[in-house]
């Protein structure tokens, strides 16, 4: 068996050359702030982690997807550079949360474009209860949803 040790100073170097290419902002919801990090135009492709993460989770969808969308990925609340949400954290103050600052993010834009698609995927199944609640928010934005288990 060959024995296989993780890089973490080569790992945070990728992280750190694929984040260099990104717009980081930090936008206000009714309880916090979301690190958001955004790469390429066009349709926006949301990617949303799981507990116990960070944007780093998408770290090799990012700059492929980027040629063809506009890829969005947040620090959930609580992770990351994001602000933690105020207890009780519940699937449902989490959406709203990412809802009240995707709907921000899209309208800060240099460039204001009419959302005719967004894809979410999501990791995890709490994350998948999240993404519908966020349809439910977002949904006159939104022509089609895309939602997969990972």
Request: charged letters at 25%; hydrophobic letters at 40%.
């Amino acid at each position: 068996m060959i024995e296989y040790k993780f890089n973490f100073d080569k790992h945070l170097e990728y992280l750190s050359a694929i984040e260099q290419h990104s717009k980081k902002s930090f936008i206000n919801s009714q309880d916090s702030k979301v690190c958001w990090r955004s790469w390429g135009e066009g349709t926006p492709l949301i990617f949303l982690h799981g507990g116990y993460g960070s944007w780093g989770h998408w770290i090799k969808q990012a700059i492929p997807f980027s040629k063809k969308y506009r890829v969005l990925i947040p620090d959930m609340p609580g992770f990351g550079e994001s602000d933690d949400l105020t207890l009780p954290h519940t699937p449902e103050k989490i959406a709203s949360n990412l809802a009240d600052t995707i709907l921000e993010l899209i309208t800060l834009d240099e460039n204001p474009i009419t959302v005719s698609y967004t894809h979410l995927r999501a990791h995890e199944t709490l994350m998948n209860l999240v993404c519908r609640l966020l349809l439910e928010k977002i949904r006159a934005r939104v022509a089609r949803a895309w939602l997969a288990a990972a």
